[in-house]
């Protein structure tokens, strides 16, 4: 069982940066691939980004490539998300997931067994 609390969601106006943190309960944290997805009002949970247990490999939506930054200490038990250059339509409750590690990164929503309650983030033009 892994419990997900995110935080760092907030304000921001377009151009600017924010990072969210996703700290995870339990003893195994570091055997988890971690994932970050969003939801925008009235759309679907879309991928953003997800990092490997082993920190080895990261991928990225193209929405995001080059401007957020997915990154993890298993130490503390936390996935991090850097996210640079934002624009109003990075708009959404961001959620962070988890899933037991596999041999490829999973984008799908189905495929994380667990989930965070979501952080608030909006961009304001």
């Known amino acids: 069982q892994v419990k997900l609390v995110e935080s760092g969601g907030g304000l921001v106006q377009a151009g600017g940066s924010l990072r969210l943190s996703c700290a995870a309960s339990?003893?195994?944290?570091?055997?988890?691939?971690l994932a970050w997805f969003r939801q925008g009002f009235g759309k679907e949970r879309d991928f953003v980004g997800a990092?490997?247990?082993?920190?080895?490999?990261?991928d990225y939506a193209d929405s995001v490539k080059g401007r957020f930054t997915i990154s993890r200490d298993n130490a503390k038990n936390t996935v991090y998300l850097q996210m640079n250059s934002l624009k109003p339509e990075d708009t959404a409750i961001y959620y962070c997931?988890?899933?037991?590690?596999?041999?490829?990164?999973?984008?799908?929503?189905?495929?994380?067994?667990?989930w965070g309650q979501g952080t608030q983030v909006t961009v304001s033009s």
């Open positions: 990092i490997r247990a082993s920190g080895s490999s990261t």
């Open positions: 339990g003893r195994t944290f570091g055997s988890y691939d």
């Open positions: 997931a988890a899933r037991w590690s596999a041999r490829v990164i999973y984008i799908r929503t189905y495929y994380y067994n667990y």
